[in-house]
């Protein structure tokens, strides 16, 4: 049992981190990459400027642990399903294709690279569904270190960031029109915050078809865990020689991000409470990845890192010229 003074400490350590991660989100420069990804570097910039004991680690692992399962709760409140059933039945259709095609394309050419099950498997969710926060969802599932973990979430959300950049530029350059724009950059981008920074130059309602599509992708996030779980377990089961019984790491918190999602459906939620659980979503989230910081030392990710960046470079770069190619001849069925 740990003092409730470590308990205390530690968690104003994340709390601050991620306060100064928040403000820093704001600037111009910082806006595209994400309170996410800074409150990671911070925490690991702390850590490595200053020791933590083995008692005051094993605590930010179980912080790190609730505050990311409430901050996946949270989440729920972004998605209205009945949203995403309006936008059609081809778009759907579509985000399905991009997910199952993406976590197989990128978990394969992971392991082409010989990197290993596990961050192969989280750099595929974080691709396919919504970025860091997949990655996070996706990790004890799988049991994944906290070094894969932080390289995976730092991976995607900066590959996120350069492709959303380029986005940008390209809109700006051709003219590419708006309907197929928001499909692109919703069906392709890693995190929300991706999206809505790419889509803005094609106006508000850009934007809202942008954000729906690419909340159609994070629903996924619900059965692909689960899957994941399944196959995972099941594998581990058959190295033993012993007899199969699913029994994963339960993940009660996707089910309260379900429920958090119908609450905002069937109309329960007021309306000026989910934009407040939204932000506390990104705010539980941020003390999450906070604490993943806190757990590693920079040196391994950047030692650790460098194929898995070529891995999403790589496959990125393929999905958004291949999603693009299909968008433009068929956007108009969308």
């Avoid at 400490?9 to 996410?36: N, Q, W």
């Avoid at 996946?72 to 039945?89: E, P, Q, S, Y």
């Avoid at 990655?135 to 730092?154: C, G, L, N, W, Y």
């Avoid at 809505?196 to 996924?220: M, N, W």
């Amino acid at each position: 049992m740990f003092s409730t003074k470590v308990y205390m400490k530690m968690t104003l350590i994340i709390i601050s981190i991620s306060t100064i991660a928040f403000f820093l989100a704001k600037l111009p420069v910082f806006s595209i990459i994400g309170m996410l990804v800074i409150a990671l570097l911070l925490g690991m910039f702390y850590r490595n400027v200053n020791m933590i004991s083995t008692e005051r680690f094993q605590v930010v692992s179980k912080l790190t642990k609730c505050f990311l399962q409430i901050g996946i709760v949270f989440l729920g409140v972004r998605i209205n399903i009945m949203d995403i059933f309006a936008t059609g039945k081809l778009l759907f259709i579509l985000a399905t294709f991009y997910v199952l095609i993406s976590l197989g394309f990128v978990y394969i050419l992971a392991r082409l690279f010989h990197i290993n099950k596990a961050l192969s498997i989280l750099t595929a969710c974080g691709t396919a569904i919504c970025g860091a926060a997949a990655v996070m969802a996706v990790a004890p599932q799988i049991k994944a270190k906290h070094e894969d973990i932080a390289i995976s979430a730092a991976t995607v959300a900066l590959v996120g960031t350069f492709f959303s950049v380029i986005y940008t530029v390209l809109y700006s350059l051709f003219p590419i029109p708006s309907s197929l724009f928001a499909v692109f950059s919703g069906i392709t981008l890693h995190e929300v915050a991706h999206v809505l920074a790419a889509a803005a130059p094609a106006g508000p309602e850009a934007s809202d078809i942008a954000i729906v599509t690419k909340l159609t992708r994070v629903l996924f996030l619900i059965p692909v865990t689960f899957i994941i779980a399944f196959f995972y377990f099941r594998s581990k089961k058959a190295t033993t020689n012993s007899t199969f019984y699913w029994k994963p790491p339960f993940p009660w918190f996707i089910f309260g991000f379900l429920f958090m999602s119908i609450l905002h459906t069937v109309g329960v939620l007021p309306s000026g409470l989910i934009p407040i659980f939204t932000s506390l979503s990104s705010l539980f989230i941020a003390f999450a990845m906070a604490g993943l910081g806190l757990s590693i030392q920079s040196k391994t990710v950047l030692h650790s890192g460098k194929q898995i960046m070529l891995v999403a470079l790589i496959s990125s770069t393929l999905l958004c010229v291949g999603s693009f190619i299909f968008l433009f001849f068929f956007h108009a069925n969308f």
